[in-house]
C-alpha cells in the first residue's frame, strides 16, 4: 500500500544512514584521537581496567626516580668505602714497616695520622642529597638506615602497597676510628708498631666488608631499577593494546563507512521520492 503520509522505505533509509553516521563519526574519532577507547562510553571495563594501569604507570615512573635517587647515594658510600680501603691498605703497609727496629717512628706516626685523618674526611664526605652510609646517623636525624622506594605489590583491584629495598649504614664513624686520638695506636717503638697492625688489620677488614655491602646494595638497586623499566614499558604495552587504535582495519572501515553512507543518502533520496509517483494516478 502506498500512502503520502506514512513513507515506511524513507524510515528504514533514514534509521540505517543515521547508523552509519554514527559509526563514521565513531571511526574518525578513533583515528583522530588515536583510541578505540578513549572515554567510559566507548567501553566502560576495557576503560576502567586501562585507567588502573595508567595509574600505576605513573607509580613505577615515580618509583624509577626514587631508585635513581638510591642508587646514587649508594653509589657515594660504595665509592667511599672503596677509597678508604685503599687507605687503610697504606697505614697497614706503614704499620709493618715501623716493625723495624731503624724506622723512623715519629715519621712514620705523623703519617699515620694523616692518613687516619684522611679516612676521617672520606668518611664525613661521602654523602649524596644529605644522606651519608658511611656515617653513625644517616640523615642527621638518627637513622640507621636508607629505605629506597622499589616496587607497588598490587593486590586485586584496591588494595597496592609500597616495597622498599633498605640499605644498611656501614657506619665507619663508629667502627673506623683511626684519626688522631682514636683506637689505633700510636707507634713510638717496635711493639706499639705490632699493637697497631693488628688494629689495621680488624679496620681493614671492616672496611672491606662494608665496601662488600654497599656494592652488594647497589647492584640489587640497578638490577631493580632495571626490572622497574622494562615492567613500565610491558604495562604500556599492554595498556596500548586494550585502548589504542588499529590504525590499518580503521582505515579500510573508513572508507567501507563512506561508501555506505554515500549509498545511505541515494537510497534516501529515492524513498523520498517514492509518494511522487502516486500522482501519476490522478493524472
Not at 533509509?13 to 584521537?33: F, G, V, W
Not at 581496567?49 to 635517587?69: C, N, T
Not at 537510497?267 to 521520492?273: E, H, M, R, V
Request: aromatic share 2%.
Amino acid at each position: 500500500m502506498s500512502s503520502i503520509l506514512t513513507n515506511n522505505g524513507a524510515m528504514v533509509a533514514l534509521q540505517t544512514l543515521k547508523s552509519i553516521n554514527m559509526n563514521l563519526e565513531k571511526t574518525q574519532n578513533a583515528i583522530s584521537t588515536g583510541k578505540d577507547i578513549a572515554t567510559a562510553k566507548d567501553g566502560s571495563a576495557i576503560f576502567a581496567i586501562s585507567k588502573v594501569m595508567e595509574s600505576d604507570v605513573a607509580g613505577f615512573e615515580a618509583i624509577s626516580d626514587s631508585l635513581s635517587l638510591g642508587e646514587s647515594t649508594v653509589a657515594v658510600a660504595s665509592a667511599g668505602a672503596e677509597q678508604i680501603v685503599e687507605v687503610l691498605t697504606e697505614m697497614k703497609a706503614l704499620a709493618v714497616s715501623a716493625t723495624s727496629e731503624n724506622a723512623d717512628f715519629d715519621k712514620i706516626q705523623a703519617e699515620m695520622e694523616a692518613l687516619g685523618a684522611q679516612v676521617d674526611s672520606i668518611t664525613t664526605a661521602a654523602q649524596f642529597n644529605g644522606a651519608n652510609l658511611l656515617a653513625d646517623d644517616v640523615d642527621g636525624n638518627g637513622a640507621t638506615s636508607l629505605s629506597v622506594l622499589s616496587s607497588l605489590d598490587r593486590s586485586g583491584a584496591t588494595t597496592v602497597t609500597p616495597a622498599t629495598i633498605t640499605v644498611d649504614t656501614v657506619d665507619f664513624t663508629t667502627n673506623i676510628d683511626v684519626d688522631s686520638g682514636g683506637d689505633l695506636t700510636v707507634i713510638a717503638d717496635v711493639s706499639t708498631a705490632g699493637t697497631a697492625l693488628a688494629e689495621l688489620e680488624v679496620f681493614l677488614q671492616t672496611a672491606i666488608d662494608g665496601a662488600a655491602a654497599l656494592g652488594a646494595a647497589a647492584s640489587r638497586i640497578s638490577d631493580q631499577k632495571g626490572f622497574v623499566s622494562k615492567l613500565t614499558d610491558a604495562m604500556k604495552s599492554g595498556i596500548g593494546t586494550l585502548v589504542d587504535t588499529d590504525m590499518e582495519a580503521a582505515s579500510a572501515k573508513l572508507q567501507s563507512l563512506q561508501t555506505q553512507q554515500q549509498l545511505g543518502v541515494q537510497a534516501l533520496s529515492i524513498a523520498n521520492q517514492a509518494p511522487q509517483t502516486i500522482l501519476s494516478l490522478f493524472r
